[in-house]
Nanobody
């Protein structure tokens, strides 16, 4: 079964940091491009970042300098390190590979 499982969400004060993890199973992780997508309360899906199989990394402009994505192919895990979090970063964060989506992990940033 192709599966993605996110973890690491929680509550943090503005200015704080969190690191999310996305563990994959059931497909070829090392050859897959992986993306992080978020959905804030009452909002649509918003692309956050992608890390491609060839190592190329992309960020949404507003996350540059605050978020860092990385991958460990041996552990079949992708990470999203988030720093200087803002209230506007409050959302459910999902990792996705093509049609495969995780269940999401909630990040809540308080002022």
């Amino acid at each position: 079964e192709e599966k993605l499982v996110e973890s690491g969400g929680g509550m943090v004060q503005a200015g704080g940091s969190l690191t999310l993890a996305c563990a994959a199973s059931g497909f070829s992780f090392s050859t897959s491009d992986i993306s992080w997508v978020r959905q804030g309360p009452g909002k649509g899906l918003e692309w956050v970042s992608s890390i491609r199989a060839n190592g190329q990394i992309l960020y949404q402009e507003s996350m540059k300098g605050r978020f860092t994505v990385s991958r460990d192919n041996n552990k079949k895990t992708v990470y999203l390190q988030m720093t200087r979090l803002q209230v506007e970063d409050t959302a459910t964060y999902y990792c996705t590979v093509q049609e495969i989506w995780g269940q999401g992990t909630q990040v809540t940033v308080s002022s």
